[in-house]
């Protein structure tokens, strides 16, 4: 069906963002990254917000570059990223403002107000999603007591680029999930939260399964040769769920860790799991493609670290995560451990002084910011990520009754070979290093498995056909370059 015509996965990180393109190579499909470019929030004063119209011009570019690339043509275009964040729209396809990023502070009255209407065990009942002043729920309720209009359609962030680019309006199932506003168990949305937290439905999109064609690219990139015929797919927007499809596992006995700015932490299970170890623990249960759900909590990732190295290039001492690796080798195991998700450590900002803050209310010396400390920190924030895997993992094994025995890691942060020995160390299984862009991976397969045909109205795509083009991505049978990228 593809006729040998190329394919582009658009990854929107909250620190960086790609644009790949795969195209076919005597039967094999060679995936190039084209374009990788930077993001970040920015802060001003209206709060901490995204700079959608740099990230769509981003995104624009690496479209326009895999165009000069494929001049056999693009089949398709499908857009992932992050979760929880949305936009507002205009009536010309365009965003009035920028979007808030889940990071800002506004959602902690938000969430304190939606308490007080809906306890957290009654919403965890009606969505089964996991507690997190993050989730688009208290967003929302943010923007109500802002002022705002509560009847603006919105469109999550990833779904509201394949809309500029030219697609309907929808939320796909997966990103969907991640609201807080979805009804447990099914692909609608909650009206009793809706209802009791004075939201308008009507402002909400259509929820879609994972790899529905939404349209066909249109504006002045659909001039190009390439782009002429080039459908737009909602793949698993949410990209957790496309790390999960890129998973080559079968069996029961399986979690995963999609490290990077967060660690999601879970395995997959056939219906959601809403048992009280699981309400206790707050513990999601998302969609992931083919309709079932993945059991996961987020753990505070790579941003913490991230975080620091900030701190300590603002102060003249920059630093590169290979040298941190490196000079951690030799250090032993720190003395006391971190809380990696106390809700402080969530926000931006003075990461270093949170941390010491730890450390002296536990009794134990403050680290400092120099040359031969820096390392110190660096450890001690990879044997506090390894202890909180170890610590998720054994409760998903209490919640779901699994015995687990592999750990799949996909994501950037599989390349961290030291923290990865830790996780083994600490959990006692065995990690399986999947690919490093293992999101780009898994939107790739679904998009395969879309235009195979292998679809049905209530979960999409079906699991066999993504799991068929994971697994051969996984065995080689597909080769994965980075020789295309271009900065």
């Not at 795969?22 to 094999?28: F, H, Q």
């Not at 808030?100 to 502070?105: I, N, T």
């Not at 599989?414 to 290093?433: M, P, W």
């Not at 690919?435 to 079906?462: C, K, M, P, R």
């Amino acid at each position: 069906m593809l006729n040998q015509k190329a394919l582009v996965a658009v990854d929107l990180g909250a620190q960086s963002c790609r644009v790949s393109l795969l195209r076919w190579d005597n039967g094999k499909a060679n995936i190039h990254v084209v374009r990788r470019f930077p993001n970040s929030p920015i802060t001003s004063d209206h709060g901490l917000r995204w700079d959608i119209g740099k990230i769509f011009d981003g995104v624009v570019d690496g479209l326009r570059s895999c165009a000069s690339l494929a001049p056999e043509g693009i089949a398709s275009i499908a857009v992932d990223g992050w979760a929880v964040d949305y936009v507002r729209l205009s009536q010309h396809r365009q965003a009035p403002e920028n979007p808030f990023c889940y990071r800002d502070r506004r959602t902690e009255l938000a969430e304190e107000k939606v308490h007080a209407i809906l306890a957290p065990p009654q919403l965890y009942a009606l969505t089964g999603i996991q507690i997190l002043r993050i989730n688009t729920l208290y967003q929302l309720y943010a923007d109500k007591l802002a002022g705002a209009d509560i009847h603006a359609p919105w469109l999550l962030l990833p779904e509201y680029i394949t809309y500029r680019l030219g697609g309907r309006p929808v939320a796909e199932y997966t990103n969907a999930t991640h609201t807080g506003l979805v009804q447990l168990g099914t692909h609608h949305w909650c009206a009793e939260i809706f209802n009791e937290l004075g939201l308008d439905p009507a402002a909400a999109p259509e929820i879609v399964s994972s790899g529905t064609f939404v349209g066909s690219l249109q504006g002045e990139l659909a001039q190009l040769p390439a782009f002429r015929e080039t459908k737009l797919i909602a793949a698993a927007t949410h990209d957790t769920a496309a790390a999960i499809a890129a998973i080559p596992a079968n069996g029961d006995d399986w979690a995963f860790i999609s490290s990077g700015t967060w660690s999601l932490v879970g395995t997959v299970v056939n219906w959601p799991c809403v048992n009280d170890a699981a309400r206790d623990l707050n513990f999601t249960n998302l969609g992931v493609a083919g309709g079932k759900t993945g059991f996961l909590k987020n753990v505070n990732g790579m941003w913490l670290l991230g975080q620091c190295m900030d701190e300590w290039e603002r102060a003249g001492r920059p630093v590169t995560i290979p040298q941190l690796i490196s000079a951690c080798a030799d250090l032993p195991a720190p003395s006391a451990l971190i809380n990696v998700d106390d809700p402080l450590l969530m926000l931006p900002g003075d990461t270093l002084k949170k941390i010491n803050a730890q450390l002296a209310r536990a009794g134990h010396d403050e680290l400092g910011c120099g040359p031969a400390e820096i390392p110190h920190v660096a450890n001690l924030i990879f044997h506090s990520l390894a202890a909180r895997y170890a610590e998720v993992l054994s409760s998903i094994q209490q919640a779901t009754g699994k015995k687990l025995r592999r750990l799949f890691i996909v994501g950037g942060g599989s390349q961290n070979h030291y923290l990865n020995q830790l996780t083994a160390e600490r959990t006692g299984l065995q990690v399986v290093l999947g690919a490093t862009e293992g999101t780009t991976i898994g939107n790739f397969a679904i998009q395969l498995a879309a235009f195979d045909g292998h679809w049905n109205s209530a979960n999409g795509v079906s699991v066999e056909s993504v799991a068929h083009y994971a697994a051969q991505l996984a065995a080689g049978s597909f080769a994965l370059s980075s020789s295309g990228e271009t900065n």
